[in-house]
């Protein structure tokens, strides 16, 4: 029998990896904020601007695990903010990694 609590560290991706991903939810994509530590990537912002003055899309990705700056996050997520003007008026997941199966599922 299986034990899932002894697999081994989650595949760490690199920013290429995590663009490509990105790019299946939007274009024109420019990145704006990357921070790494010892194993690699854990956070990237990058935003796509909207037709409409004023309006950003910004996604970001973030490594499961605690980092420096109180950067924190359960899961391996892609997370999606909408501003208007600079404010946060919306946002959500929109991608959790699974780590058993090393592929990236749409939250619905």
Do not use: C
Not at 51 to 76: A, C, D, H, I
Not at 77 to 97: F, K, L, M
């Amino acid at each position: 029998m299986e034990n899932k609590f002894e697999k081994g560290p989650e595949k760490i991706l690199t920013k290429e990896e995590v663009l490509e991903i990105i790019s299946r939810f939007a274009e024109n994509i420019i990145p704006v904020r990357e921070l790494s530590d010892e194993q690699g990537l854990y956070l990237l912002e990058v935003s796509v601007p909207s037709e409409k003055v004023g309006e950003v899309t910004q996604y970001e990705y973030m490594r499961k695990g605690k980092f420096p700056n109180n950067n924190e996050s359960l899961l391996t997520v892609i997370h999606v903010v909408y501003y208007e003007n600079g404010i946060p008026v919306g946002g959500n997941d929109i991608a959790n990694y699974n780590s058993e199966t090393g592929e990236w599922e749409e939250v619905k």
